[in-house]
C-alpha cells in the first residue's frame, strides 16, 4: 500500500502517541439499537478512565439512520425499511450489508478538544484509505463525506460536474468523547439510497468501490483502514470492545 497524505493538519494523535486503541471487527451484521447501547457503555467507560479507546468496524442489516438535523421530508419511502432516530450529526443516510461502518470512540482530551479538527482527521483517514485503491476522495466545504467526482456522467444542469458520495462521517461527543463515526461504501445495495434524500443532497449521487469498477473485499479495506488510522490518530491493538 501506498504511504497515505494527510490532507490538513489535524494532528489527532500528538498528545499521547504511546496510548493504543482497541480494534475490533465485527463478523455478523449488529443490530442498530444494540450498537448504539454498546457504544454509550463504552464512551461511559473511556470517560471515567475505565476502559481504552475503541473503534469498532462493522456491518448493520438494512436501515435508515435520521441524525440531528434530518427533515422529515427528506424520507421518501418510509415503509421500506426501519428508520431510527439518532444523535450523531447529520441528516439521513443508509445503513446496510456491503458498506463498512466505522464507530469511532476516541477520548479528544487526550488527543486534541477540537470538534473541526476531530472531523478533519476523520476526513484524512477516509481520504488516504481511499489513496490506497487510487480512488482520489476529496472534501466539499458545503457538504459533509467523501465525494469522487464522475465525469463520465451527464453534467449537472448548470453545468457542474457531477459528483458522487462515496463515504459519510457523522458524529457526536459526550463529554469529549466521539462515538458514532463514519462509514464507506464497498459493495451496498444502492437502490436503498433512493428511499431517501441522503444527507439533504440533491444535486448529486451515492457512489461505492465496486460501482467504480473496484472489486475491493472487505477485508483488504480493513486493512487499509487500519494502517491509515495509525498514522491519522495513533497506533491500535486488537482486542474485545464490546461484549
Not at 487526550?110 to 485503491?133: C, K, M, Q, S, Y
Amino acid at each position: 500500500m501506498k504511504t497515505p497524505r494527510n490532507r490538513i493538519n489535524s494532528n489527532m494523535h500528538s498528545v499521547d502517541k504511546t496510548a493504543c486503541v482497541e480494534w475490533i471487527v465485527a463478523q455478523e451484521p449488529v443490530g442498530y439499537e444494540y450498537a448504539v447501547e454498546a457504544m454509550e457503555r463504552r464512551v461511559e467507560d473511556i470517560a471515567k478512565g475505565a476502559a481504552a479507546e475503541c473503534v469498532w468496524l462493522l456491518e448493520h442489516p438494512p436501515l435508515y439512520t435520521a441524525g440531528t438535523s434530518a427533515k422529515n421530508s427528506d424520507l421518501l419511502s418510509a415503509e421500506s425499511l426501519p428508520v431510527f432516530k439518532t444523535g450523531r450529526g447529520g441528516e439521513h443516510t443508509y445503513h446496510g450489508p456491503g458498506q463498512r461502518v466505522a464507530y469511532v470512540m476516541l477520548n479528544l482530551k487526550r488527543r486534541n478538544p477540537d470538534v473541526r479538527a476531530f472531523v478533519g482527521a476523520l476526513e484524512n483517514w477516509i481520504i488516504a484509505t481511499l489513496d490506497d485503491f487510487n480512488i482520489k476522495g476529496e472534501r466539499r466545504e458545503d457538504r459533509v463525506g467523501v465525494w469522487v467526482k464522475r465525469p463520465e456522467k451527464q453534467p449537472l444542469a448548470d453545468g457542474r460536474l457531477r459528483e458522487d458520495k462515496i463515504a459519510a462521517i457523522g458524529i457526536r461527543l459526550r463529554r469529549w468523547v466521539s462515538f458514532h463515526g463514519i462509514s464507506i461504501n464497498v459493495e451496498p445495495n444502492l437502490q436503498h439510497y433512493e428511499g431517501i434524500v441522503p444527507c439533504g443532497i440533491t444535486d448529486h449521487g451515492v457512489t461505492s468501490l465496486v460501482d467504480l469498477g473496484l472489486p475491493v473485499s472487505m477485508e483488504h479495506l480493513d486493512l487499509a483502514l487500519l494502517q491509515n488510522f495509525n498514522n491519522v490518530f495513533g497506533n491500535t491493538k486488537p482486542g474485545n470492545c464490546v461484549s
